[in-house]
């Protein structure tokens, strides 16, 4: 784990600031920061499925990213997620936008969107993910203003991402509830109000939060509607998990959606962050990642098998979207294998 960095890049409004990005920093000095590392967890479409106990479905991951090594695929889940740098630059991307994130910015993700960490030369950084299922703060059993917690991850109507950038003033006390989130759900001595205090200080930052993005906020119907849209293309989701080098085109996909075409080309762009070609072409490369990783057939077999007839172009389309080659790629996850097994990666 590197040493946390001095605070003298982050510009603040408040000593109170400074005091919370030093608490939060110190809350993670001993705590184990893993290597990104989640490709065993992702299926052929880049669904990350982590399991969740049912009575307390919040997970916090402390992750390292580098160029060196970070999984590149991109990823979807039904989570709920917060992601916050504590090093250095990232640059985060869900569905067609880019995001630009320095240390301290806290991004609401749009987690039903493909969603990755973009590489660049000299990427370092800690990151505290924190994601949670949706149910865990309101369900159907819950009081009525408990959605209110949940509006940032559903609200963004200007269709621009939400984050906190480490210089407003919200942050020090998203800040200052982090801290004690990671302080209570980390905690060794695992007392028997664990988890009680992890939910506690969970709804403090949700809290902060909501009233942060309090501009964008909508009614309940919307916030409701927003939820059920993912629910309405899951059978379609279903059908390209189990046909990926299949030709889909916009009617069939509709007509299995059972909606009309263009009421479907308007939903599956919210719900995915992308065109269904897009998507499918995702699908397909994410597959033909994992057959690269996991079988020795050749490379002309899997472009064929994943439903790309024409092997330069999809030498093209995989190093576009993985930054190698697939020859590139498949030589990556050799050498890395040999090094797991001779211990010499960290």
Same mark, same amino acid.
């Given at each position: 784990?590197?040493?946390?960095?001095?605070?003298?890049?982050?510009?603040?409004?408040? &000593?109170?600031?400074?005091?919370?990005? #030093?608490?939060?920093?110190?809350?993670?000095?001993?705590?184990? @920061?893993?290597?990104?590392?989640?490709?065993?967890?992702?299926?052929?479409?880049?669904?990350?499925?982590?399991?969740?106990?049912?009575?307390?479905?919040?997970?916090?991951?402390?992750?390292?990213?580098?160029? !060196?090594? *970070?999984?590149? !695929?991109?990823?979807?889940?039904?989570?709920?997620?917060?992601?916050?740098?504590?090093?250095?630059?990232?640059?985060? !991307?869900?569905?067609?936008?880019?995001?630009?994130?320095?240390?301290?910015?806290?991004?609401?993700?749009?987690?039903?969107?493909?969603?990755?960490?973009?590489?660049?030369?000299?990427?370092?950084?800690?990151?505290?993910? /924190?994601?949670?299922?949706?149910?865990? /703060?309101?369900?159907?059993?819950?009081?009525?203003?408990?959605?209110?917690? #949940?509006?940032?991850?559903?609200?963004?109507?200007?269709?621009?991402? *939400? /984050?906190?950038?480490? &210089?407003?003033?919200?942050?020090?006390?998203?800040? %200052?509830?982090?801290?004690?989130?990671?302080?209570?759900? @980390?905690?060794?001595?695992?007392?028997?109000?664990?988890?009680? %205090?992890?939910?506690?200080?969970?709804?403090?930052?949700?809290?902060?939060?909501?009233?942060?993005?309090?501009?964008?906020?909508?009614?309940?119907? +919307?916030?409701? !509607?927003?939820? +059920?849209?993912? #629910?309405?293309?899951?059978?379609?989701? +279903? *059908?390209?998990?189990?046909?990926?080098?299949?030709?889909?085109?916009?009617?069939?996909?509709?007509?299995?959606?059972?909606?009309?075409?263009?009421?479907?080309?308007?939903?599956?762009?919210?719900?995915?962050?992308?065109?269904?070609?897009?998507?499918?072409?995702?699908?397909?490369?994410?597959?033909?990642?994992?057959?690269?990783?996991?079988?020795?057939?050749?490379?002309?077999?899997?472009?064929?098998?994943?439903?790309?007839?024409?092997?330069?172009?999809?030498?093209?389309? @995989?190093?576009?979207?993985?930054?190698?080659?697939?020859?590139?790629?498949?030589? &990556?996850?050799?050498? #890395?294998?040999?090094?797991?097994?001779?211990? &010499?990666?960290?």
């Amino acid at each position: 784990m590197s040493a946390p960095r001095k605070n003298h890049g982050l510009s603040t409004s408040s &000593g109170q600031s400074d005091n919370a990005w #030093l608490r939060l920093l110190e809350v993670c000095r001993p705590l184990r @920061f893993e290597p990104h590392d989640i490709e065993a967890q992702l299926d052929t479409r880049g669904r990350y499925e982590v399991p969740l106990d049912e009575e307390f479905p919040l997970l916090i991951k402390l992750f390292r990213y580098t160029s !060196r090594r *970070h999984t590149r !695929r991109a990823t979807w889940h039904d989570r709920l997620e917060l992601f916050l740098p504590l090093d250095g630059p990232t640059r985060f !991307r869900m569905g067609e936008q880019e995001v630009e994130l320095q240390r301290g910015d806290l991004l609401v993700v749009d987690n039903l969107k493909l969603h990755h960490v973009v590489d660049f030369p000299g990427f370092d950084t800690r990151v505290i993910v /924190v994601s949670f299922l949706p149910e865990f /703060v309101y369900s159907l059993g819950s009081p009525t203003h408990d959605y209110a917690f #949940l509006l940032p991850f559903y609200s963004k109507v200007a269709r621009r991402p *939400h /984050v906190v950038r480490a &210089g407003e003033a919200a942050a020090a006390e998203g800040q %200052g509830a982090l801290a004690r989130l990671l302080n209570c759900y @980390f905690d060794s001595a695992a007392t028997p109000f664990r988890q009680a %205090g992890a939910k506690a200080f969970l709804l403090e930052l949700l809290y902060h939060l909501a009233t942060h993005f309090r501009a964008s906020e909508v009614v309940k119907w +919307e916030f409701m !509607r927003q939820q +059920e849209r993912s #629910l309405r293309l899951k059978k379609l989701f +279903e *059908h390209i998990n189990a046909h990926t080098a299949e030709r889909l085109s916009v009617n069939a996909a509709a007509r299995i959606a059972g909606m009309s075409t263009s009421q479907f080309m308007t939903l599956f762009k919210q719900v995915a962050g992308m065109t269904l070609v897009a998507y499918l072409n995702h699908a397909r490369l994410a597959n033909a990642a994992r057959l690269l990783r996991e079988t020795t057939r050749s490379i002309a077999e899997i472009a064929s098998e994943t439903g790309f007839s024409d092997q330069s172009y999809f030498d093209k389309r @995989f190093k576009r979207a993985f930054g190698r080659t697939p020859k590139e790629f498949r030589a &990556g996850v050799t050498q #890395l294998i040999l090094s797991k097994k001779s211990g &010499g990666l960290s």
